[in-house]
C-alpha cells in the first residue's frame, strides 16, 4: 500500500497566493511602466546557467558562490559520477562496475552529454582495454587505479547552477547576441525568480523574486548612474513606497517638478545609501591599506570577520556584529584613497543626484556581496522588515563584460527584492486591498441562467472580475457565499428582473440597492471602478 504523504513546499521557498498575487502582479507591471518609459526593454532570461559563469562574474570567495548555490549535473552525468565513486570506495577492482561506467560513457558521449572530445574518446578505449585485458588478482590494484585516473581525469561537462542572480546572465547574453553593436546604450531589464541556499528567515528565502535592471555601453558618464537610481525611486514612488505616496497601493505617475522635489526618499522610511568602492587602479591599494589595518585589530573581530581578513577584507565592513562596529568605524576608508578619476567620478554624481532632486546619504561602508562592482554602489533600505531590510542593491560593473569575454563596456544595475518590496508595503499598511470579485451574478430559474451569463461576459469584457455560480443557488444562500468571498456588488437576476428589463445591483458593503437597466449598469460600474 503506498503510503499517505502530504507534502509541503521545501525549506525557504513558498507559494504566492490570491489576492497576495495581484499585488505582486500591480507592482510588477508598474516597474514594466516605469522601465519602459525610461527606455528599457525587458529580456527574458534561463533560470540556469554554467556553474563557472556566476563563480567568474559574482566570484569565486563570495557567500553567493562558495556556499549558496545550487549546482547540479544532468542526470547522466550524475550516474557516471555516482559509478566513479562506487569504483573508487570499493577496494579492489570490480568488473560488473566498470563494464556499467563504460556503458553510460558510451552513451553520454553518443548523445553529447559529455564533450565529444579527442581526449574522451581516447580514455573510453582504454577503459574498454582494462575491462577486456585478463584478470589476475595481483593486477587488480594496479588495474583498479588506472581505471580512477582515467575517469577522472575525463570532461564530464560544465555543471549548471540555477541562478543567484541575472547580472551575470545579462552580460552572457549581451555578448552572445552581439548586443554592443546596438545603437545607444542597451538598457534591459528583468524579472523573474533567484535561488540562494541562505538561512531562510523573515525576508529571506532560498526562492526569491527579483526586478532588476542593467545598463550596458561605452560610456560610465555618472548622468547615466543618476538617471538609474531616478527611475528606481520613481518605481518606488508609484508603488506607495516613496516620498508623493500615501497609504492605498499603487499610485498614477508622478510628474517631477524641474526640481525633482518629488524623489525624497527619506520622509517614508526609504533610505538611499550610496557610495563608491573606486576601480582597479585605486582599490588594490586601499584593500592592501584595509588589510593591514584590519591584521592590527584581529583579536577584537569574530571568527566570520577574522576569516573575511584573508579572503575578502572589504566584506568585513559590511559586518552587523554589535561589538565590531567601533573597530570597524576607526578602520581606513575607500573615500580617502580614491584615484582622481574616481573622485572626480563620485562627485559629479553627487552633482547629477542634486540636478534631479535626489537625496542619499553617502555610506563609505557599502561595499556589497558581489565581487563584480566598481565606483558607484548604492543600496535602499525600507521600514517594517527588520534585519532583512535591504529592498535593492546595484551598482557599477565596468569591464565584467570584458572579463566574460566580450568587447569592453561599462556597466551599471540594481536588482530590487520584489519579496521585501511586498512584505515591506504589508508591514505598512501600504497595500491596497484587492477584491477577488466585483461583481457576483446571482440567479435563479432556467431563463435567468442564460441572462446572467450573457451579462457576466459583457462585464468581463469591460474588465471587471465576475463570477456566476455554476450550480442554481437560492438568492440568500447565493448573497452570502458573494459576502464571504469578498465581493463588491452582487447582481440579482431572477424572473421578476427579467420581466421589468431592470436588474438589482446591491452594495454589499452596505446592502444599498439600486435597479438598473443593463445599460446603466456598465455605466454605473463603469463610474464606481476601483483601480486595484
Ligand atoms: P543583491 O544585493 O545580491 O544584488 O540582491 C539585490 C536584492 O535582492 C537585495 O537587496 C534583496 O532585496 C534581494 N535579495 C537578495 N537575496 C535575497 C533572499 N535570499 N531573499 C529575499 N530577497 C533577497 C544582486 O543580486 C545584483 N545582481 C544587483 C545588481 C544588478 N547589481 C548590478 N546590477
Given amino acids: 500500500m503506498t503510503e499517505k504523504k502530504q507534502f509541503r513546499a521545501i525549506k525557504g521557498v513558498r507559494d504566492i497566493l490570491p489576492p497576495e498575487s495581484a499585488a505582486?502582479?500591480?507592482?510588477?507591471?508598474?516597474?514594466?511602466?516605469?522601465?519602459?518609459?525610461?527606455?528599457?526593454?525587458?529580456?527574458?532570461?534561463?533560470?540556469?546557467?554554467?556553474?563557472?559563469?556566476?563563480?567568474?562574474s559574482v566570484g569565486a570567495e563570495t557567500d553567493i558562490v562558495g556556499k549558496e548555490m545550487y549546482t547540479f549535473q544532468d542526470q547522466i552525468v550524475q550516474e557516471i559520477v555516482f559509478l566513479r565513486e562506487y569504483l573508487?570506495?570499493?577496494?579492489?577492482?570490480?568488473?560488473?562496475?566498470?563494464?556499467?561506467?563504460?556503458?553510460?560513457?558510451?552513451?553520454?558521449?553518443?548523445?553529447a552529454e559529455i564533450?565529444?572530445?579527442?581526449?574522451?574518446?581516447?580514455?573510453?578505449?582504454?577503459?574498454?582495454?582494462?575491462?577486456?585485458?585478463?584478470?589476475?588478482?595481483?593486477?587488480?590494484?594496479?588495474?583498479?587505479q588506472n581505471v580512477l585516473y582515467e575517469i577522472e581525469n575525463m570532461d564530464l561537462g560544465p555543471s549548471n547552477?540555477?541562478?543567484?542572480?541575472?547580472?551575470?546572465?545579462?552580460?552572457?547574453?549581451?555578448?552572445?547576441?552581439?548586443?554592443?553593436?546596438?545603437?545607444?546604450?542597451?538598457?534591459?531589464?528583468?524579472?523573474?525568480?533567484?535561488?540562494?541556499?541562505?538561512?531562510?528567515?523573515?525576508?529571506?528565502?532560498?526562492?526569491?523574486y527579483q526586478i532588476g535592471a542593467e545598463v550596458l555601453g561605452q560610456s560610465d558618464a555618472p548622468a547615466i548612474d543618476a538617471e538609474l537610481v531616478e527611475m528606481l525611486l520613481h518605481f518606488f514612488a508609484r508603488i506607495g513606497l516613496g516620498e508623493g505616496s500615501a497609504a492605498g497601493?499603487?499610485?498614477?505617475?508622478?510628474?517631477?517638478?524641474?526640481?525633482?522635489?518629488?524623489?525624497?526618499?527619506?520622509?517614508?522610511?526609504?533610505?538611499?545609501?550610496?557610495?563608491?568602492?573606486?576601480?582597479?587602479?585605486?582599490?588594490?591599494?586601499?584593500?592592501a591599506a584595509l588589510k593591514a589595518a584590519l591584521e592590527k585589530v584581529k583579536d577584537k573581530l569574530g571568527p566570520d570577520s577574522q576569516r573575511r581578513i584573508e579572503a575578502n577584507?572589504?566584506?568585513?565592513?559590511?559586518?552587523?556584529?554589535?561589538?565590531?562596529?567601533?573597530?570597524?568605524?576607526?578602520?581606513?576608508?575607500?573615500?580617502?584613497?580614491?584615484?582622481?578619476?574616481?573622485?572626480?567620478?563620485?562627485?559629479?554624481?553627487?552633482?547629477?543626484?542634486?540636478?534631479?532632486?535626489?537625496?542619499?546619504?553617502?555610506?563609505?561602508?557599502?561595499?556589497?556581496?558581489?565581487?563584480?562592482?566598481?565606483?558607484?554602489?548604492?543600496?535602499?533600505?525600507a521600514p517594517g522588515l527588520g534585519s532583512q531590510n535591504a529592498v535593492c542593491g546595484g551598482g557599477r560593473y565596468d569591464g565584467l563584460v570584458e572579463l566574460l569575454g566580450g568587447p569592453p563596456t561599462k556597466g551599471i544595475g540594481f536588482a530590487i527584492g520584489t519579496d521585501r518590496v511586498m512584505l515591506s508595503l504589508a508591514e505598512t499598511g501600504r497595500l491596497a486591498d484587492t477584491a477577488a470579485c466585483d461583481v457576483f451574478v446571482t440567479w435563479m430559474g432556467a431563463a435567468a441562467q442564460g441572462h446572467a451569463i450573457r451579462l457576466a461576459r459583457k462585464l468581463r469584457d469591460a474588465g471587471f472580475r465576475v463570477e456566476v455560480p455554476a450550480e442554481e443557488m437560492k438568492f440568500r444562500k447565493s448573497l452570502d457565499l458573494a459576502n464571504r468571498m469578498g465581493a463588491r456588488y452582487a447582481l440579482i437576476i431572477g424572473e421578476n428582473e427579467i420581466a421589468a428589463g431592470r436588474y438589482a445591483l446591491k452594495r454589499l458593503a452596505d446592502a444599498v440597492q439600486k435597479e438598473l437597466t443593463e445599460g446603466e449598469l456598465l455605466e454605473f460600474l463603469s463610474g464606481d471602478r476601483v483601480i486595484g
Fill in 161 to 208: 547552477a540555477l541562478r543567484p542572480e541575472a547580472t551575470a546572465s545579462v552580460c552572457r547574453a549581451y555578448i552572445e547576441h552581439g548586443m554592443h553593436t546596438r545603437p545607444g546604450n542597451v538598457k534591459l531589464y528583468y524579472i523573474g525568480p533567484m535561488f540562494r541556499r541562505e538561512r531562510p528567515q523573515k525576508g529571506r528565502y532560498r526562492q526569491f
Fill in 313 to 381: 577584507p572589504l566584506r568585513v565592513l559590511d559586518s552587523k556584529v554589535e561589538s565590531e562596529q567601533a573597530v570597524i568605524e576607526s578602520l581606513p576608508r575607500i573615500t580617502d584613497h580614491l584615484c582622481p578619476a574616481c573622485h572626480e567620478h563620485l562627485a559629479a554624481l553627487k552633482q547629477q543626484f542634486a540636478l534631479r532632486g535626489i537625496e542619499g546619504t553617502e555610506n563609505w561602508r557599502l561595499v556589497r556581496g558581489l565581487d563584480y562592482y566598481t565606483r558607484t554602489t548604492f543600496e535602499i533600505t
Fill in 249 to 287: 497601493g499603487v499610485k498614477p505617475p508622478l510628474h517631477a517638478g524641474a526640481a525633482g522635489g518629488d524623489l525624497k526618499v527619506a520622509a517614508t522610511g526609504l533610505t538611499l545609501f550610496y557610495n563608491s568602492i573606486g576601480c582597479r587602479e585605486c582599490r588594490p591599494s586601499y584593500v
Fill in 88 to 111: 573508487r570506495q570499493s577496494d579492489v577492482y570490480y568488473e560488473p562496475g566498470l563494464k556499467a561506467l563504460i556503458r553510460k560513457v558510451e552513451e553520454a558521449l553518443t548523445s
Fill in 24 to 56: 505582486w502582479n500591480r507592482v510588477e507591471q508598474t516597474a514594466r511602466e516605469v522601465f519602459e518609459a525610461y527606455g528599457y526593454g525587458e529580456i527574458r532570461l534561463p533560470i540556469f546557467e554554467e556553474t563557472e559563469l556566476f563563480a567568474r
Fill in 115 to 144: 564533450p565529444k572530445t579527442e581526449d574522451n574518446t581516447r580514455r573510453l578505449n582504454r577503459l574498454r582495454e582494462l575491462s577486456n585485458s585478463p584478470v589476475g588478482p595481483p593486477q587488480d590494484k594496479l588495474r583498479r
